[in-house]
């Protein structure tokens, strides 16, 4: 009998363009000779089920089921790929615990926590990774330009604490430009986070453990032809992406480590990706975690899973049968 998979897109943030697009590359490594695949879109209005291009049908939230032609059908397995709210933040991951649903992200604490990236760097810190200076913003707080210039210094970055494809963040350059910044970033969400800018090479390294294996795929450079590594640069191509990363075989080997003592410590699940920017001395910095990492066949994951000599069919199916056991 075939598994039936959920592929979870979706989501109430901005970042579902992003979701969407993750969504069809997943749907395109699956094994289909294994699997029956649907995409379910989640939003706040609906949570629909796509049976073909032109046909949608209701998921029942009671059980995450769905009718079609007068036979229920029960899922085996959900794949999240929403980027921002629920799918990344633990809120889905509860939902899916709570009805007994194997899925394939990190569980509800480690989702949640390394959706707040100010709290999830600070976490880390306590382990001896570094992390740039930073000062949290919540809403109805503020701070003085000589507050930011004196702790964080110019240039700094302003974004959304919890979110992702760099939407409301801005690289502030001058004194001027740090309340407009706090406010735009504030139209994302409740929190700001101010963070020192950290001047050097940006790398990313993603990692999966299973039972059976620990991977730690190859390190992937990023070199962005705008100001920094912002949504054009990600979504428009903007951006070169260097796999492997023009480092050298010791400090790919450390970042490598580092990337697979992180999953450890955080207790991840599935497929994850961290950032990093390594300044001068080859201090690796940490930026963030992402528990859901795009999955478009461009995406980072799919080009480190390439250059690793896997296919991407293989590492899915992997993933999936080892939480289905």
């Known amino acids: ?28 490594f699956l094994d289909k000779n294994r699997y029956n ?11 629909e089920v796509e049976i073909s291009e032109t046909e949608k049908t209701p998921i029942d939230k009671n059980d995450f089921s769905f009718v079609h032609h007068n036979e ?39 989702s949640a926590l390394t959706f707040n990236k100010f709290a999830c760097n600070q976490y880390l810190k306590g382990f001896g990774v570094k992390i740039s200076e930073s000062i949290l913003l919540r809403k109805g707080q503020s701070v003085s330009d000589e507050g ?44 700001v986070l101010i963070e020192a800018f950290m001047k050097g090479t940006e790398v990313t390294c993603g990692a999966y453990k299973t039972a059976k294996n620990s991977v730690v795929f190859p390190i992937t450079e990023v070199v962005s032809h705008n100001d920094f590594f912002d949504f054009d640069a990600k979504y428009n191509g903007q951006v070169e992406e260097i796999t492997p990363a023009r480092i050298s075989e010791g400090l790919t080997h450390r970042i490598q480590q580092l990337t697979s003592a992180i999953y450890d410590i955080l207790g991840c699940k599935g497929i994850v990706r961290i950032d990093y920017i390594i300044t001068e001395g080859e201090v690796i910095n940490l930026l963030e975690v992402n528990t859901t990492p795009g999955m478009t066949t461009t995406s980072f994951i799919p080009q480190q899973v390439n250059a690793a000599g896997l296919s991407m069919t293989n590492v899915l199916t992997e993933i999936i049968e080892n939480e289905l056991k």
């Open 1 to 28: 009998m075939k598994k039936n998979i959920a592929i979870i897109a979706g989501g109430d943030s901005s970042e579902i363009v992003v979701s969407l697009k993750s969504a069809a590359g997943i749907y395109s």
């Open 148 to 191: 930011v210039v004196t702790k964080i210094g110019i240039p700094c970055f302003i974004k959304p604490n919890v979110g992702g494809s760099s939407f409301g963040t801005t690289k502030v350059k001058s004194k001027e430009e740090i309340q407009p910044a706090i406010q735009k970033a504030f139209a994302e969400g409740e929190e």
């Open 37 to 47: 695949v649907y995409t379910v879109i989640l939003t706040k209005e609906k949570w």
């Open 72 to 110: 229920k059908i029960n899922f085996d397995f959900a794949y999240i790929t929403i980027h921002g709210t629920p799918g990344e933040n633990g809120i889905l991951q509860g939902y899916f615990e709570l009805i007994g649903l194997p899925y394939s992200t990190c569980n509800v604490l480690v």
